[in-house]
């Protein structure tokens, strides 16, 4: 609830967690069911002025950050934060999905798929880090997207972050199941319940996936920088494992392993690559720190860039001393390193790499509890979500019921489905926020309202529309065609070139970063777009039916509620803030005045 309200000053006398119609629906258009019925006639006109608004960089420091009542403490400094990164990536992703792609899909070669989705994850962080030096606060990249793209736009993001953080917790949970069987010298299936009559992507209950998340919410909701201490620790722990697999795993290398490099060709690669994806997710977590971190500056571009130069360099040594060990097609798919020890004469070692692997699993839901709760902060106080899950409790200096509401949906998403689907679901979601941050990046670099002519706003459109163009075409025809004809990248690739080009040498600069900048631009962030919509191509049919599912509900509750609570909030602090002869909270289209 906004702190500028019909009643003063209510919310800033309300202390502990209340739970009133107030806290989910205080907004005029649910005041009753007549003044819901006006806003919903009146969608096409809101609609209209929440895609062409924009939020301000100082909206979102200041006013939609006090909405919670109570403030972040400012606790974390570059150290924590690349721990926090290193805790954030290294667990599920490159102890379980390994294995499977290394078998399956890539062979050896999946040590090239880590390198191209280490491209791709670095090219976004370059990105995340410039927006969370200039805009440190819990939103992370729905902040971003507000500022920059707007609000319809932010909250589709929006919808795909939490997905995100949700299957991914999910995700590790079902993973840290099957690597604790392993430690007990059991199958995973022995810790799951099977229900036959159930879908078999749905019917492997897992109760321990569920305890594991139960644990990781306390640690979350206590403290921050308690949880930071505990990841701290966990992460060494980890990487000390890391050291032990790749020396032990070289020191049983068979260079015979190695004979049969690519055996599924560059298509087997790409599409590693694309799942693989998942093994990165979790750094953008760090970057809805910022709003804790003392010296937002010098800390996020040290924290971020050096937790990811790190993790590829690991992920890459990992997947060479795996696929070393043995021939890929005899690689475990549920536990490929504790599995390859074993086949070569160290079964002691196995106990080793589970214990790391649980330690590291560990590491990333508890960085992904701390960073979700944030993302879903931030943008309950925009009021697209109930604003009641935008509270910050004064004890803990934590977002308690952002972090419960979360974690709640993990845990169900955990105990029913599947790694596999998991995974790829999680990857579009992710390389779809990822993509509009990059794009996000080129209109914060080329355009600023009221200042940039209407010419060169003309010519900035053109070269995006281009950009993503070509790129879409690309990614296409790479995943629709059967065959490894290269005469359409002839025509899109150039188009993509000539496009950032133009853009690089028509379009003059509106805007240069205070703090830190990404280099290069634009043709970082457009490389970066591009690398991002190639892998999506190579994800398959059925996770985007998914995705495509997950889109129309997202949209349905925006319809019905988010657009008409944001702006309603939004249009009360616009007026607030006139009234009070200060600048505006936001720019856009001018929308008349008359009754909401």
């Given at each position: 609830m906004g702190l500028d309200g019909p009643t003063g000053n209510e919310g800033v006398r309300r202390r502990g967690c209340s739970c009133t119609k107030d806290d989910f629906l205080p907004e005029e258009s649910f005041k009753s069911w007549g003044n819901y019925i006006q806003a919903l006639q009146q969608t096409p006109r809101?609609?209209?002025?929440?895609?062409?608004?924009?939020?301000l960089d100082s909206t979102e420091l200041h006013e939609i950050k006090a909405r919670s009542q109570h403030e972040m403490k400012k606790t974390l400094s570059w150290w924590d934060l690349i721990w926090f990164g290193i805790g954030a990536v290294i667990g599920a992703g490159i102890f379980v999905l390994t294995g499977l792609q290394a078998r399956e899909v890539s062979g050896p070669a999946v040590v090239i798929s880590y390198v191209v989705s280490g491209i791709s994850a670095m090219l976004s962080v370059f990105c995340y880090t410039e927006f969370a030096v200039e805009i440190p606060v819990a939103g992370g990249s729905f902040a971003y997207l507000r500022v920059e793209l707007g609000d319809f736009m932010a909250f589709i993001a929006a919808g795909n972050i939490l997905l995100?953080?949700?299957?991914?917790?999910?995700?590790?949970?079902?993973?840290?199941?099957?690597?604790?069987?392993?430690?007990?010298?059991?199958?995973?299936?022995?810790?799951?319940?099977?229900?036959h009559s159930m879908s078999e992507d749905y019917g492997h209950l897992d109760p321990i996936a569920v305890v594991v998340v139960c644990v990781i919410c306390v640690l979350a909701v206590l403290s921050t920088k308690g949880s930071s201490r505990f990841n701290y620790i966990a992460s060494i722990i980890h990487v000390i494992v890391i050291l032990f697999i790749i020396i032990a795993g070289f020191s049983k290398a068979d260079a015979k392993n190695y004979s049969d490099f690519m055996p599924f060709g560059i298509r087997g690669v790409f599409k590693s690559s694309a799942v693989l994806f998942f093994a990165y997710v979790g750094f953008d977590a760090v970057s809805t720190m910022a709003e804790e971190t003392k010296n937002p500056a010098r800390d996020i571009p040290i924290g971020l860039v050096g937790s990811m130069v790190i993790t590829t360099a690991a992920y890459c040594l990992l997947a060479v001393a795996l696929c070393l060990m043995q021939p890929f097609r005899e690689i475990n798919v549920d536990a490929p390193f504790s599995v390859a020890f074993e086949a070569v004469g160290m079964s002691w070692a196995k106990y080793i790499v589970a214990a790391g692997a649980l330690k590291g699993m560990t590491s990333v839901l508890l960085v992904s509890a701390v960073g979700q709760a944030r993302y879903l902060t931030h943008i309950a106080r925009t009021h697209m979500m109930p604003?009641?899950?935008?509270?910050?409790?004064?004890?803990?200096?934590?977002?308690?019921?952002?972090?419960?509401?979360?974690?709640?949906?993990?845990?169900?998403?955990?105990?029913?489905?599947e790694l596999d689907i998991l995974?790829?679901?999680?990857?579009i979601s992710t390389l779809f926020i990822f993509m509009l941050v990059a794009l996000a990046l080129l209109v914060r670099r080329y355009y600023v309202s009221g200042e940039t002519t209407t010419a060169n706003r003309n010519k900035l459109v053109a070269c995006i529309v281009l950009i993503l163009a070509s790129s879409v075409?690309?990614?296409?025809?790479?995943?629709?065609?059967?065959?490894?004809?290269?005469?359409?990248?002839?025509?899109?690739?150039?188009?993509w070139f000539l496009a950032t080009l133009a853009l690089h040498v028509a379009v003059p600069r509106a805007r240069n970063p205070k703090l830190w900048g990404v280099p290069l631009v634009p043709w970082l962030p457009s490389a970066s777009i591009a690398i991002n919509i190639f892998l999506l191509g190579s994800i398959d049919g059925a996770s985007f039916a998914r995705f495509g599912i997950w889109t129309v509900v997202l949209l349905l509750y925006y319809f019905f509620?988010?657009?008409?609570?944001?702006?309603?909030?939004?249009?009360?602090?616009?007026?607030?803030?006139?009234?009070?002869?200060?600048?505006?909270?936001?720019?856009?289209?001018?929308?008349?005045?008359e009754a909401q």
């Open positions: 809101r609609f209209m002025d929440r895609v062409f608004t924009r939020s995100e953080y949700v299957i991914g917790g999910a995700a590790v949970a079902r993973s840290w199941t099957s690597y604790f069987a392993t430690l007990c010298n059991h199958q995973p299936e022995d810790f799951r319940i099977i229900v604003p009641w899950l935008a509270q910050v409790n004064p004890k803990t200096g934590t977002p308690i019921n952002a972090t419960i509401v979360m974690l709640s949906a993990t845990a169900i998403i955990a105990f029913f489905t995974a790829n679901l999680l990857s075409a690309t990614a296409a025809y790479w995943g629709l065609s059967d065959n490894d004809d290269w005469i359409a990248y002839v025509i899109t690739v150039p188009i509620f988010g657009l008409h609570a944001s702006y309603d909030t939004a249009k009360e602090a616009a007026e607030n803030k006139m009234g009070d002869g200060l600048k505006k909270v936001e720019e856009g289209v001018k929308v008349s005045s």
